[in-house]
Structures are given as C-alpha cells and as structure tokens.
Nanobody
Framework: VQLQASGGGLVQAGDSLRLSCVAS????????MGWFRQAPGKEREFVAH????????YYADSVKGRFAISRDDAKNTVYLQMNSLKPEDTAVYFC?????????????????WGQGTQVTVSS
C-alpha cells in the first residue's frame, strides 16, 4: 500500500488543521492506521491510532482531547483533526499502516509509511 499525507501548513497557536492520508494500491480497510510526528532533533513519536473494523482509537497523552483520528474506508482515507494547536505540536507528521494492530505506539511495528507533511505552529 502507498500512503500520501497532506494538509500540513503554518498556523498560529490555537488554530486547527486537518491532515489527510490517502491510501492506494490496497484497500485501507485491511489496515490499522496511525499518525506519528517527528520534530527536529527528536525521535519519531506516536500521536494517534485507529483500529480497522471496530475503529477503536488511541492517543498520546500530549494530544488527547485536542486531536481526533478518523477513517473513511470508502474513500481510502484517514484523517487527523488537530484543534487548539500549540507550538510544541510543530513537527513533520507521518501516517502509517499496520497489519497486526499490536504495540501500536511503537513506530517499528508499522509496515508502511507516507512521506510526511509539515505542521508549523507559531506562538
């Protein structure tokens, strides 16, 4: 499966953005999906995950209550709605696909990755 992330940009603190991740080559419904982010000089960190079928969602503590992950399998697309953005949310955001749904917070468990989209939040 190929993943294409988009929707990043430069916004001010308190603003909102919605990221999209479109899958091609294989139906999205086969995969658990995650969003990760990586700031300069830091390791890639887990942001959110949505399971296939049942659609259970999981979040990093740092974004819980502000971010929402969702999926539209008919459109082969996963979304990350980001509200109340903070400067510390500045990073490149990646979507990823996972076949197993285990250890969902570990980047190494994901099988396929998109190219990333830059989110910059100014104070």
């Amino acid at each position: 499966v190929q993943l294409q992330a988009s929707g990043g940009g430069l916004v001010q603190a308190g603003d909102s953005l919605r990221l999209s991740c479109v899958a091609s080559g294989r139906t999205l419904s086969s995969y658990h999906m995650g969003w990760f982010r990586q700031a300069p000089g830091k390791e890639r960190e887990f942001v959110a995950h949505i399971a296939r079928h049942a659609g259970n969602t999981y979040y990093a503590d740092s974004v819980k209550g502000r971010f929402a992950i969702s999926r539209d399998d008919a459109k082969n697309t996963v979304y990350l709605q980001m509200n109340s953005l903070k400067p510390e949310d500045t990073a490149v955001y990646f979507c990823a696909a996972d076949l197993d749904g285990l250890s969902i917070r570990r980047a190494t468990q994901y099988d396929y990755w998109g190219q990333g989209t830059q989110v910059t939040v100014s104070s």
